[in-house]
């Protein structure tokens, strides 16, 4: 069982930033692929970030291409989110997941656990 606790968010300003942090449980090594998913009121959760288990292959989604980067801390089993030009559709509850592969995926399926989940909230 892996545990994960999000950080970082918060309410920002249209055209503002937030660096989303996850750490897992007990800070140690991961060899799973890893991502970020969000999920806006009354809507499905999204796939946003992942990146594989070596920092490899980071994807984002297209709507926050050029804006949002993930990167991997694997030695201590953290991924980080960096928001840029945050737009208030970006508005949501932002979850950290581990992937059963070690690559990362796009579907949420693919994914063994997750957090909590932390908000961020962008006003125009």
């Keep these: 069982q892996v545990q994960l606790e999000e950080s970082g968010g918060g309410l920002v300003q249209a055209g503002g930033s937030l660096r989303l942090s996850c750490a897992a449980s007990r800070r140690t090594a ?14 499905e959760r ?3 970030a992942t990146i594989a ?3 490899g292959n980071p ?3 297209n709507s ?8 991997v801390d694997r030695a201590i089993g953290a991924v980080y989110l960096q928001m840029h030009w945050l737009q208030p559709a970006d508005t949501g509850i932002y979850y ?26 962008v006003n125009s």
């Design 30 to 43: 991961i060899n799973n692929g890893m991502g970020w998913f969000r999920q806006a009121p009354g809507k």
């Design 46 to 48: 999204e796939f946003v």
């Design 53 to 55: 288990w070596n920092g």
């Design 59 to 61: 994807s984002v989604a």
């Design 64 to 71: 926050v291409e050029g804006r949002f980067t993930i990167t």
């Design 96 to 121: 950290c997941e581990v992937d059963r592969s070690a690559v990362g995926s796009m579907s949420q399926s693919s994914y063994r656990y997750w957090g909590r989940g932390i908000q961020v909230t």
